[in-house]
C-alpha cells in the first residue's frame, strides 16, 4: 500500500503497522542516519525587570509514543507513524524542555531558570505533560496540521502548593508532507504555543510581559 506520495513509512517502536488495506513497513536498515531537527524557542520581549526568583523547569511527562526523539505522524486518530529519515535532536519532552529554558530565560525576568532548582531549593517549578505532539494527515494526504498540546501546573517549591493549572493548544498548517516543511509548522505552533505559557507562568509569579 502506498500511504503518500511520499513514502511517510515507519510504524510505532520500528515494527509494522496494519492498516485497512495492508501493512505499512518499517523502514530495513536501522543503521541509516536520520537528519536530525530542533525547535527554536520564540523571539519574546524582555521583561524590563528582574524579579529575585528563580524557576525549575521538569522534562514533561509524556506518552511512551511522544516519548521519543522520532517526528510523530497520524494519518488518523488512532494510527502513529514517524518519518522514515528524520528525528528530532533529542526525546520530544527534553527537547521541549529546553525550548522552554530558553523561552523563559531571554525574558530577563528571572533571576535564575534551570533544570533543578539552584543550590537544592527554588521557589517556583514548572511542571507539565505533553499530550500531543505530531503532524496530522489531511484526508488527501498531501497536507497536514501540527499541534501541541500540553498541560502545565506551577508548583510553589516552599510547600508544593500547585498556585495553578491550565491547558494549552497551538496548531500550525503544513502546506505539504515535506519533512522541512512538517518541521517549521511543528515550530510555528511551539512559538505561539510558548508565547502563552511564558506569559501566564510569569504572570502566576508576579510579573506581565509587555504586549509584543
Same mark, same amino acid.
Given at each position: 500500500? $502506498?500511504?503518500? *506520495? %511520499?513514502?511517510?513509512?515507519?510504524?510505532?517502536?520500528?515494527?509494522?503497522? &496494519?492498516?485497512?488495506?495492508?501493512?505499512?513497513?518499517?523502514?530495513?536498515?536501522?543503521? $541509516?542516519?536520520?537528519?536530525?531537527?530542533?525547535? *527554536?524557542?520564540?523571539? !519574546?520581549?524582555?521583561?524590563?525587570?528582574?524579579?529575585?526568583?528563580?524557576?525549575?523547569? @521538569?522534562?514533561?511527562?509524556?506518552?511512551?509514543?511522544?516519548?521519543?526523539?522520532?517526528?510523530?505522524?497520524?494519518? #488518523?486518530?488512532?494510527?502513529?507513524?514517524?518519518?522514515?529519515?528524520?528525528?528530532?535532536?533529542?526525546?520530544?519532552? &527534553?527537547?521541549?524542555?529546553?525550548?522552554?529554558? %530558553?523561552?523563559?530565560?531571554?525574558?530577563?525576568? =528571572?533571576?535564575?531558570?534551570?533544570?533543578?532548582?539552584?543550590?537544592?531549593?527554588?521557589?517556583?517549578? =514548572?511542571?507539565? @505533560?505533553?499530550?500531543?505532539? +505530531?503532524?496530522? !494527515?489531511?484526508?488527501?494526504? #498531501?497536507?497536514?496540521?501540527?499541534?501541541?498540546? &500540553?498541560?502545565?501546573?506551577?508548583?510553589?517549591?516552599?510547600?508544593?502548593?500547585?498556585?495553578?493549572?491550565?491547558?494549552?493548544?497551538?496548531?500550525?498548517?503544513?502546506?505539504?508532507?515535506?519533512?522541512? @516543511?512538517?518541521?517549521?509548522?511543528? #515550530?510555528?505552533?511551539?512559538?505561539?504555543?510558548?508565547? @502563552? =505559557?511564558?506569559?501566564?507562568? !510569569?504572570?502566576?509569579?508576579? &510579573? +506581565?510581559?509587555?504586549?509584543?
Amino acid at each position: 500500500m $502506498t500511504f503518500s *506520495r %511520499r513514502k511517510l513509512l515507519i510504524g510505532l517502536g520500528g515494527v509494522s503497522v &496494519l492498516s485497512g488495506c495492508g501493512a505499512l513497513s518499517a523502514i530495513g536498515d536501522a543503521t $541509516t542516519p536520520l537528519d536530525a531537527f530542533e525547535l *527554536r524557542a520564540p523571539d !519574546l520581549p524582555q521583561a524590563g525587570r528582574m524579579l529575585q526568583r528563580g524557576l525549575s523547569i @521538569e522534562p514533561p511527562s509524556a506518552s511512551g509514543a511522544l516519548a521519543t526523539d522520532r517526528i510523530m505522524i497520524r494519518p #488518523n486518530p488512532v494510527q502513529s507513524l514517524y518519518l522514515p529519515r528524520a528525528r528530532w535532536s533529542d526525546e520530544a519532552p &527534553l527537547m521541549f524542555q529546553t525550548v522552554m529554558l %530558553r523561552a523563559f530565560e531571554d525574558t530577563g525576568a =528571572l533571576s535564575y531558570v534551570g533544570r533543578r532548582p539552584l543550590g537544592g531549593t527554588g521557589d517556583f517549578a =514548572l511542571i507539565s @505533560e505533553i499530550t500531543d505532539f +505530531q503532524a496530522e !494527515l489531511a484526508e488527501d494526504q #498531501n497536507s497536514a496540521v501540527a499541534r501541541i498540546r &500540553l498541560t502545565a501546573r506551577m508548583v510553589r517549591e516552599s510547600d508544593a502548593r500547585v498556585m495553578a493549572r491550565r491547558s494549552f493548544q497551538a496548531l500550525a498548517p503544513s502546506e505539504n508532507t515535506d519533512t522541512l @516543511e512538517i518541521v517549521q509548522a511543528f #515550530n510555528t505552533a511551539s512559538d505561539e504555543l510558548l508565547d @502563552e =505559557l511564558v506569559r501566564w507562568g !510569569l504572570g502566576v509569579i508576579g &510579573l +506581565q510581559l509587555p504586549v509584543a
